[in-house]
């Protein structure tokens, strides 16, 4: 048997007293890409970020082909051979690409950074990974985030890498793109490289994954070849429970009522013709590629980004909805998709979070809505040290369930959800469906954006697709992933049109 290319042996690491990481152990092939897996919490940033030397142990042992490492910053990582490409990209968006990836050891020639030599350096780079659509020359900033991904992995590939770890590489990309970084990592596997994958995306893992590590609360729970377990089994030892129903069902006593909301002849600089009716009980989920226009249609809905056209009626009442602080009056929410960044304010603590929105708009009610955030919160299953808390340092899952408590608390009768579950663990996911499932039976109205068609197809009462900014079809309930596809690439079959 070959020897492992990278071995950690009984990792250990404690903040401030609190023990994150206890006695874990993993062992990394070349040529093949290894799974690390858990819910939110469980310790996987905290091992990675030791292996690539931004934390340093309190215990255990790293080799890395064979000769112990004790790696005290990333970039002595890097020499070494061990590249980190965080979900965070460490890249300068007014360089170029060239200069991104030699940064700190610009080729020179007669004194000079030779310019010419790194950019045709780094289109051999680009090349090796089958790549010809960047410049070199391309700013940053101007490249796409599946991109600017590539250009940290061809980062890693110039110091020669031959570990390369991948923090929830595809959380932010659509799925044509999610299917080049896969063609990208088969032809590392083929170099040799051995890769270690963090993903939430529990088909990824069975998909790309050759073996699998599964941590729980800090401490190793199962590591071995990804062949030898289910998909049910996975999620067991993720979460400590059996998940019987990964999207739970209508409950029984949801009734489907009169349209909630109604939009026709919708439009603005972004989409166009949007007629919808999402109606009072029911989940109604938009799907689409990247572009189609999916988020600006909630973000239109919700006044961010208004509608110039068209009209809109809340329970058969006109409404113009002009601004976002308008369609928050008119009991409209909007989850947006980058939580960290248009969700929370993440310096502040939980319960400034959770009042948020009720200072801004229903100010009156911000003594009452203190005093009942506990139990919306306790409702939710947020686990946090305590109100004052900063949501920084919660977990993923949890500041997710912040962001969804601070919107509960405007009683909303519609609520956007853009994304809900992007990158938070199956636990959480599983949380944030059940919750759609109660506010549903409450009567609320749901719009669902998503680009997990399995959540697409697993909780909507129906489906629209999206392409090119208009809404190309509405599917039934349950249909197949290659009906939305087909719709979403611009064929005809399952269109309005097609169904008129």
């Not at 590489?169 to 063609?183: C, G, M, R």
């Not at 009626?313 to 909007?334: H, M, N, Y």
């Not at 900063?390 to 009683?411: H, I, M, R």
Request: a negative charge; proline letters at 3%.
């Amino acid at each position: 048997m070959t020897a492992p290319i990278l071995e950690a042996r009984g990792m250990s690491k404690s903040f401030y007293g609190v023990e994150v990481l206890r006695d874990v152990s993993l062992e990394l092939a070349a040529g093949s890409v290894h799974a690390l897996v858990g819910e939110n919490g469980a310790g996987k940033s905290t091992l990675m970020k030791i292996l690539a030397g931004v934390y340093q142990r309190d215990a255990g042992q790293v080799l890395f082909d064979g000769a112990e490492v004790d790696f005290t910053h990333p970039i002595q990582a890097m020499r070494a051979g061990l590249a980190t490409v965080f979900q965070e990209f460490n890249l300068l968006p007014e360089r170029t690409v060239a200069e991104n990836i030699f940064l700190g050891r610009e080729p020179r020639r007669a004194g000079f950074v030779d310019t010419r030599g790194m950019a045709n350096a780094t289109a051999s780079l680009l090349g090796e990974l089958g790549i010809d659509f960047i410049d070199s020359n391309a700013r940053v900033a101007s490249l796409s985030v599946a991109e600017q991904q590539i250009v940290e992995i061809t980062k890693a590939l110039s110091f020669d890498a031959r570990v390369i770890q991948m923090d929830e590489p595809t959380a932010a990309l659509a799925d044509h793109e999610v299917e080049l970084l896969h063609s990208i990592i088969g032809r590392l596997k083929a170099r040799g490289v051995a890769i270690l994958y963090v993903s939430h995306r529990l088909k990824e893992v069975f998909d790309l994954c050759d073996t699998l590590t599964v941590l729980k609360d800090g401490a190793l729970v199962w590591s071995g070849p990804t062949s030898e377990v289910t998909h049910d089994s996975l999620v067991r030892m993720m979460v400590g429970r059996a998940i019987s129903t990964y999207f739970p069902p209508a409950l029984g006593t949801t009734t489907v009522g009169d349209a909630r909301l109604t939009i026709s002849g919708g439009g603005n600089g972004y989409v166009d013709g949007i007629d919808l009716e999402v109606r009072a009980g029911e989940i109604v989920g938009v799907a689409g590629l990247q572009g189609a226009g999916r988020t600006e249609l909630a973000e239109a809905i919700f006044g961010a980004v208004p509608f110039t056209r068209g009209t809109v009626t809340l329970d058969g009442r006109p409404v113009r909805l002009r601004s976002a602080r308008r369609a928050v009056k008119e009991g409209i929410a909007l989850i947006t998709e980058d939580r960290k960044a248009q969700g929370l304010a993440l310096q502040q603590s939980v319960i400034d979070n959770t009042l948020l929105v009720i200072r801004g708009v229903f100010a009156s009610r911000t003594r009452t809505v203190r005093r009942e955030a506990p139990g919306i919160l306790s409702s939710l299953e947020v686990s946090f040290r305590g109100l004052d808390q900063e949501v920084q340092f919660l977990s993923g899952g949890n500041q997710q369930k912040v962001v969804l408590t601070k919107w509960l608390a405007t009683k909303p009768r519609v609520v956007l959800l853009d994304e809900p579950t992007r990158g938070i663990d199956v636990g959480a996911k599983v949380a944030v469906y059940q919750l759609m499932r109660e506010l549903a039976n409450q009567g609320v109205a749901i719009l669902m954006v998503s680009s997990e068609l399995p959540e697409i197809i697993g909780m909507s009462d129906r489906i629209l697709v999206m392409h090119g900014g208009r809404i190309a079809a509405e599917l039934e309930p349950g249909s197949s992933e290659e009906a939305i596809l087909a719709a979403a690439t611009g064929t005809i079959a399952g269109s309005r049109e097609d169904a008129a």
